[in-house]
């Protein structure tokens, strides 16, 4: 057994005995497609781990608070144009570890904070709040002190809002229209912003099945050699 504080995200879809009434086969697989093509990658990239899936939902691990908001973050996004909705919760806490999977007072807590999530949204404990509030850029709505079984104080809780950015918006932080600049079967990124925005696309194209990779920039400047790759960040490859 190994005790330690550890930073949990956890999961589930939004009235999922119901969609599996009425569609057993089509939930099924709007899950399976989720968890395959979303939040298993998602999670990885920011080196995460997964502790577990659930029949409708997951536990995931992070080092940091920060790392496991800002993937929340990026999962409730990149789950927009699932047909399924998530409710997710992230908290700091005490946790226990047997090897196989953790248990305890941050896991309790995280839990019951999922329970008060918005379809599609995010709710983070005080101590989550204390640490992000002025790392990433969000709005908190202040949810109050919420009553948690089997833990003897309070906990307080925020919403978290969550805004997606679109094309235009993205254009319009960037300062210019050229940041996204597709050429030839590129799509190139000369900025962060555009470069987290091709970040969200690509897991979008992934999640629909669709063939887009990045490639070096050097890739890039073989294939078409009018193109300057020290001007870009990043490089996405769209083969259609």
């Known amino acids: ?130 640490q992000v509030k002025n790392r990433i850029d969000a709005e908190y709505q202040d949810l109050g002190l919420q009553e948690v079984k089997n833990v003897a104080e309070p906990v307080q809780a925020y919403a978290v809002q969550i805004k997606s950015l679109t094309t235009e918006e993205i254009e319009e932080t960037s300062g210019h229209s050229t940041g996204f600049k597709p050429s030839g079967g590129f799509y190139l990124a000369s900025n962060e912003v555009w470069a987290d925005y091709l970040k969200r696309e690509r897991s979008k194209a992934r999640y629909m099945g669709l063939d887009q990779e990045f490639i070096s920039l050097e890739e890039v400047k073989k294939k078409n050699p009018l193109i300057d790759p020290s001007r870009y960040l990043l490089a996405l490859w769209d083969p259609i």
């Open 1 to 130: 057994m190994e005790y330690r504080l550890a930073a949990v995200l956890i999961s589930d879809v939004v009235d999922y005995t119901k969609r599996m009434e009425e569609d057993t086969e089509g939930t099924v697989a709007a899950w399976s497609n989720a968890r395959d093509s979303v939040i298993e990658p998602i999670v990885e990239d920011v080196d995460g781990r997964v502790v577990k899936f659930t029949g409708d939902g997951f536990l995931a691990e992070f080092n940091t608070v920060q790392t496991a908001l800002e993937c929340a973050i990026d999962l409730q996004n990149n789950l927009a144009d699932s047909t399924l909705e998530f409710r997710m919760a992230v908290n700091l806490g005490d946790i226990i570890d047997d090897g196989e999977d953790i248990h305890g007072e941050g896991i309790n807590i995280a839990a019951r904070l999922e329970g008060l999530a918005e379809p599609g949204g995010i709710c983070i404990s005080g101590d989550v709040y204390n």
